[in-house]
């Protein structure tokens, strides 16, 4: 089974200021997919970006990239520019090819300051 | 296009009454995922439909069970409740094919006294 663990149960940054959320996973697996959700106080989980483990280029979307590693089996996410609404619950997410099951790490809690 | 809604958004129940939570795709996806989100145990997966069949199945007791319509929605229905069904709900639904993401609905918060 897969298991997906964040160490960082909280962070914190400034507006304007970068951070890196960390993900690791432990799979047997070649292929897979790995997923940032996003999910603020409001509750609804919502997608950030996804990465195809067979792809080496790292996914970017507007402020948002990751950093895959996939010998480390590491996944993390670096938010540029932080916002205000960046301010939410972050979970790390593993996919198995030709299911739709996620396997959720524990999630961290990013706080933003003005 | 509407999102994923779930109804009803809130819920108090007793311990040993049973409840039934409603999920609606988003119009077109036939998958629907369904997930107990508690600060303990965090986000587990309950189980999965697509087209009115159970995919796949998490590690949840018996109490816990599901059914997919023919129009894509889903019930979850938890019997003989206990303390510790205390959770969100959350829904989710995708196109089929392995490419495609969930997309989830604000979820139920259920709280067993």
């Known amino acids: 089974a897969q298991t997906v663990t964040q160490s960082q149960p909280e962070m914190s940054v400034q507006e304007a200021e970068t951070v890196t959320l960390s993900c690791t996973y432990d799979?047997?697996?070649?292929?897979?997919?790995l997923f940032w959700y996003k999910q603020p106080p409001s509750r609804q989980m919502i997608l950030v970006i996804r990465?195809?483990?067979?792809?080496?280029q790292n996914a970017t979307e507007n402020r948002f990239s990751v950093n895959f590693q996939k010998a480390a089996k590491s996944f993390s996410l670096k938010i540029s520019d932080s916002q205000l609404g960046d301010a939410a619950m972050y979970f790390c997410?593993?996919?198995?090819?030709?299911?739709?099951?996620?396997?959720f790490g524990k999630g961290t809690m990013l706080l933003v300051s003005p | 296009k509407a999102g994923v809604t779930q109804t009803p958004r809130y819920l108090i129940k007793t311990r040993g009454q049973q409840v039934t939570l409603s999920c609606s795709p988003i119009?077109?996806?036939?998958?629907v995922s369904w997930y107990q989100q508690t600060p303990g145990q965090g986000l587990q997966f309950l189980f999965e439909?697509?087209?009115?069949?159970?995919?796949n199945k998490g590690n949840f007791p018996g109490r816990f069970s599901g059914r997919q319509f023919s129009n894509s929605r889903s019930e979850m229905n938890v019997s003989t409740l206990e303390l510790g069904d205390s959770a969100l709900y959350l829904c989710?639904?995708?196109?089929?094919?392995?490419?495609?993401?969930?997309?989830f609905g604000p979820g139920t918060r259920l709280t067993v006294t």
């Open positions: 989710a639904s995708s196109l089929t094919g392995q490419r495609y993401e969930q997309y």
């Open positions: 799979t047997s697996e070649s292929d897979y997919y």
């Open positions: 990465q195809e483990a067979y792809k080496q």
């Open positions: 997410a593993y996919r198995s090819i030709g299911y739709s099951t996620l396997t």
């Open positions: 119009s077109g996806h036939r998958s």
């Open positions: 439909y697509f087209s009115e069949t159970q995919r």
